[in-house]
Structure formats: structure tokens, C-alpha cells
């Protein structure tokens, strides 16, 4: 069983950064393809980004291309998000999550593994 725990958010003002952090265990973490996902309140949860099991592949939706970038490190079973730029509409939890299949998509029912969330609030 995998198990995903996420860190790094908080209260940051808008055109701020924050870095994600996503640690694994209980698994072979360069097995899975890794993602992104955000839920904002009253709305459903939606793609931001996803690595290749290698990290040589990414891929990003647009609301957030160009300002967030998604790695991981397999030797520490950890992926990250940095989010630059930031706006008040990026203001969700982020979830991490690992898919069993060899490719990641931008689907989430395709991922099986999940964190627990954690909170980014960008004030305006």
C-alpha cells in the first residue's frame, strides 16, 4: 500500500511561491507516475500536473502552464510543485496522487493512490 503525504502550503499573497512537497512510502515510488490535483471549495477536483515515472515527461493544464513545475526525485520518493505567480483562483487543497498504469494522465480516476490534501490560499 502506498502511502502519499503532501506539504508545503499556506497563506501566500498574490505573484508569491510556494513548493509542494509530496513523500511516498510503502511502495516503489519510480514505478508510479505522479500528479497534481487541486479541489477548490464547491468545485470538483481538477488536473494541474503530472511526471513520468522517470521525471523526463511532464505534463501541465493550462490554467497553470508556465507558472508551476512539477519534478520528482526517486531516490527520495518525493515530487514536487513549484508554483510561481500565484493567484487568489489558485487558492485550493492540492492532492498528490500515484497512478498504477505506466502513464499518468490528466484524469483522476486513473490514479489510485491519494494524499490527504494540503491547503494553498493566495490572498488578493
Known amino acids: 500500500q502506498v502511502q502519499l503525504v503532501e506539504s508545503g502550503g499556506g497563506l501566500v499573497q498574490a505573484g508569491g511561491s510556494l513548493r509542494l512537497t509530496c513523500a511516498a512510502s510503502?511502495?516503489?515510488?519510480?514505478?508510479?507516475?505522479m500528479a497534481w490535483f487541486r479541489q477548490a471549495p464547491g468545485k470538483e477536483r481538477e488536473f494541474v500536473a503530472t511526471v513520468s515515472r522517470s521525471g523526463g515527461s511532464t505534463n501541465y493544464a493550462d490554467s497553470v502552464k508556465g507558472r508551476c513545475t512539477i519534478s520528482r526525485d526517486n531516490a527520495k520518493s518525493t515530487v514536487y510543485l513549484q508554483m510561481n505567480s500565484l493567484k487568489p483562483e489558485d487558492t485550493a487543497v492540492y492532492y498528490c496522487?500515484?497512478?498504477?498504469?505506466?502513464?499518468?494522465?490528466?484524469?483522476?480516476?486513473?490514479?489510485?493512490?491519494w494524499g490527504q490534501g494540503t491547503q494553498v490560499t493566495v490572498s488578493s
Open positions: 496522487a500515484a497512478a498504477a498504469g505506466i502513464w499518468g494522465t490528466s484524469l483522476a480516476n486513473s490514479y489510485q493512490y
Open positions: 510503502g511502495g516503489t515510488f519510480r514505478s508510479f507516475p
